[in-house]
């Protein structure tokens, strides 16, 4: 019995020997819950007071060229008549309370004493359908509005031709049949004209069957349909826009044709 309890009590020891060497129980992990995302709060939306807006591209508008630009005096050598207003014989003279038209020294005058008034010389010179003109023009006292002018085809069967240039650098055409008035040409500026007085301008008018081309200085101004056939009378006149007095001198005169 004693041997039987001694083995007993040895089995214990064992048993108590082998339950220490085993591992503590380990309390099983509660799993960590993963955090809340956390929603990161959007930027209220930004209001553009001032939103930016296409900028327009400017349209480019080209000046269409002239087709006649360039154009010069025709070259044309037979003279028709040539005047350097040395001889009182081509031009009528006149004397009135609106002015005179006197022969000077080497120059036909067409003297004006103001008073809204016109003077007018006619020539002996008939110019036929197709020629070139030039005649030198001295301002010599006008106001801006006072008015020389140049009258061919005078008297033909459609009435007479006018040209006006105005002392501010300006010009007209028209055409004047019995009591009326047509306008050819209204007024227009013109290049490398001299404006005012004293000035010294050419002045050009090229008729060529039926078509007008007027030059100043040689330089090209514009062009005007005409008729064909004409011919009459070579004549200027002058005009005071106002109360002032004007005087124009004409100190050459060439007409040329073909």
């Known amino acids: 019995m004693m041997k039987v309890t001694r083995v007993c009590l040895i089995l214990v020891c064992i048993a108590a020997l082998l339950g220490a060497c085993l591992p503590i129980g380990v309390p099983e992990e509660t799993p960590t819950p993963a955090p809340t995302p956390t929603e990161t709060p959007q930027p209220s939306p930004t209001i553009d007071w001032f939103p930016d807006t296409p900028t327009p591209t400017p349209r480019v508008y080209e000046a269409t060229p002239h087709p006649l630009e360039g154009l010069t005096p025709p070259a044309y050598t037979s003279v028709l008549a040539e005047d350097d207003f040395s001889g009182e014989s081509q031009w009528a003279e006149s004397s009135a309370a609106e002015g005179n038209v006197i022969y000077g020294s080497g120059a036909l005058a067409l003297a004006l ?137 004409l100190t050459g005169l060439r007409v040329t044709q073909p």
């Open 113 to 249: 004493s103001g008073k809204k008034g016109e003077i007018s010389s006619l020539s002996k010179i008939t110019l036929p359908d197709t020629f070139y003109l030039e005649l030198t023009l001295e301002s010599a006292l006008c106001g801006k509005n006072d008015i020389f002018g140049i009258s061919f085809w005078r008297f033909s069967e459609l009435g007479t031709y006018r040209a006006l240039y105005r002392c501010d650098g300006q010009m007209r055409l028209e055409r004047a049949i019995f009591d009326g008035v047509s306008v050819l040409q209204n007024w227009t500026a013109l290049r490398r004209y001299q404006p005012g007085a004293p000035a010294l301008n050419r002045l050009g008018i090229w008729a060529d069957k039926g078509t007008l081309y007027f030059f100043v200085n040689d330089t090209f101004q514009f062009s005007a349909e005409g008729r064909k056939g004409l011919n009459g009378l070579l004549g200027v006149f002058a005009s005071a826009s106002g109360e002032q007095a004007a005087t124009f001198n």
